[in-house]
């Protein structure tokens, strides 16, 4: 993509997250906008459970 700078159509899979180390990461792929990383940050604290985004809604217990 132009905004990019990434060849091919690119996605973000928040629900498969790895951790590897920092020695094999060989150069920067890209730069994306403050705006998709705060969509990428929402997306994360959700699938990790820590966005309040993600908590089952309450149910009124009226009783």
Known sequence: S???GIEKDSG???G???TID???LKEKVCHLRLDIMEEVDRALGISVG???DS???KANSAT
Do not use: N
């Open 16 to 18: 498969q997250i790895r």
């Open 22 to 24: 920092k020695g094999r």
């Open 12 to 14: 973000i899979l928040v």
């Open 2 to 4: 132009d905004e990019t």
């Open 55 to 57: 908590a089952p809604a």
């Open 50 to 52: 820590l966005s309040s």
